[in-house]
């Protein structure tokens, strides 16, 4: 029996999110079965690519209601990078896409000029992630200045109440939301699972929680 | 912004290999254990790339990322041979978060297009192979052997207007030497290519890597010979038939090569850009 459900629609790093949570112990399955996700404790929502493909494959597979109705039970959603993207209100990436609407908010384009006036979009590499509150999964996350987490993306949420964010980072000099934490469900833009034994704390506290 | 240090591991059949110009390659061990080195010693990502894949239009190479997969937490950008969206697929869902094409971009460009389409630019990685003519950089296809008519910048801008995210930019005639980067390709790259690059070839020194820093701003430096070399008393294995492996046991002494860790190389870097 599973405890997490890593949610399979195709979209990216599904493998890797697996093996960190083995890894750390946490029993967990790859599946777009929607009763093997009624019946996990957790799901998570992996992704990387762009936010109206995922959110046609959800469509598809009925991915998307699976999802509005594990919320309404109240059991942990996590999201990470562009799944983290999707629990918002909608994206305005190859136009403009609704997205679950579990979390109030937009997800927008890095627009951001560098040193030399040039157009920067791409945020890829090890960025320094704040912590502004750690009540979460992030609460074992070392809270020294210099700790790096990685990041791959183009996008970023603007969430409508910043209150739900539990940490910011920095792309070129300018501040995005880089993790949040509303209820039941928690999300990350950077990915845990390739974030060293750093990134592994996550996935450890989700298992105390489990 | 930080510089990613990646160490960049060439693979022939199951065996980490290292020649120089892209050429006489060497069979160094298990790549695997040469990852796990480079995972403790504090590497930002690695590179997995099929050095013949290209040349015999196959690939094994999933089978090794899903290995790494399951203890190394690290970002993985993985290539060679790859010139489908369905190899794409079969790599990322190994646990890769990136792939890089350079011969099968070069013949049918569209592939680029294609591949950002479905993957997303955050996805692609372009890497150029070139070599320094009196000065004109000009690329290579099928791991440096043969001659292409595209130069590096223009064909760097294409890749990049067709959404590549970022460039894995080879100097041929440095790569294996240790005698540091083409500093007169880098310089250009500076002047030309705005987005992320990654440079690669001849790195093996703080010396190498404060002379690329003075002229150009890489989004990471690959770095293969001297980290290998470093550890190669320790983690040299034979593993099968294939390849040249008299090298090792002659214990040649490869001179340009002075120990270097990931450690010293991340200060180094971390106390230029502060002082810069």
């Known amino acids: ?210 | 912004m930080n510089i990613r240090i990646i160490p960049k591991i060439d693979i022939k059949k199951f065996n980490l290999v290292k020649g120089v110009h892209l050429e006489g390659l060497r069979v160094l061990g298990d790549p695997k254990n040469f990852a796990d080195q480079y995972y403790r010693e504090g590497a930002d990502e690695l590179i997995y790339h099929d050095v013949v894949a290209s040349l015999y239009q196959q690939n094994n190479i999933s089978d090794l990322v899903k290995r790494t997969s399951k203890n190394i937490f690290l970002p993985m950008v993985v290539g060679g041979g790859i010139d489908g969206i369905e190899q794409v697929e079969k790599i990322l869902k190994s646990g890769a978060d990136r792939i890089f094409i350079n011969s099968s971009a070069i013949d049918k460009p569209n592939l680029i297009d294609d591949i950002v389409k479905h993957f997303g630019s955050s996805t692609l990685v372009v890497s150029i192979e070139f070599v320094n003519i009196d000065g004109k950089f000009m690329c290579r296809k099928d791991f440096g052997r043969e001659e292409t008519d595209k130069n590096l910048i223009d064909w760097a801008k294409e890749t990049l207007d067709r959404g590549a995210g970022e460039l894995l930019l080879t100097s041929i005639d440095r790569d294996g030497t240790g005698s540091g980067y083409d500093l007169r390709a880098s310089e250009k790259i500076a002047k030309y290519i705005k987005s992320p690059y990654i440079l690669n070839g001849g790195i093996s020194s703080l010396k190498d890597i404060g002379d690329i820093l003075d002229n150009s701003h890489p989004s990471g430096l690959a770095i293969g010979s001297v980290l290998h070399y470093n550890n190669l008393d320790s983690l040299f294995s034979k593993m099968g038939e294939e390849g040249n492996i008299d090298f090792i046991k002659k214990k040649t002494n490869y001179k340009n090569f002075k120990k270097i860790t990931i450690k010293q190389i991340k200060e180094f870097i971390e106390n230029k850009i502060s002082h810069a």
């Open chain 1, 1 to 210: 029996m599973h405890d997490v459900s890593i949610i399979d629609y195709k979209m990216g790093n599904l493998y890797s999110v697996d093996c960190a949570l083995k890894y750390v112990g946490v029993k967990s399955i790859i599946t777009d079965d929607l009763t093997e996700i009624k019946n996990s404790k957790c799901i998570i929502l992996p992704g990387v690519g762009a936010f109206p493909e995922a959110m046609k494959r959800l469509k598809e597979k009925k991915l998307d209601q699976a999802i509005k109705e594990f919320n309404e039970s109240k059991k942990l959603i996590i999201g990470i990078c562009l799944g983290m993207q999707i629990l918002f209100s909608k994206s305005h990436e190859n136009g403009t896409t609704n997205g679950l609407g579990l979390l109030k908010g937009e997800v927008k384009k890095f627009d951001v000029l560098d040193k030399e006036k040039q157009k920067q979009s791409f945020n890829v590499g090890w960025r320094t992630v704040e912590i502004k509150s750690n009540n979460g999964l992030n609460c074992c996350m070392p809270k020294k200045k210099d700790e790096q987490m990685y990041f791959i993306h183009s996008y970023h949420v603007v969430p409508e109440d910043y209150s739900i964010q539990t940490s910011t980072s920095k792309f070129f000099g300018n501040e995005f939301t880089s993790s949040v934490k509303k209820n039941n469900i928690e999300a990350f833009q950077f990915h845990p699972e390739k974030s060293r034994k750093e990134g592994l704390t996550i996935y450890k506290k989700l298992k105390e929680f489990l």
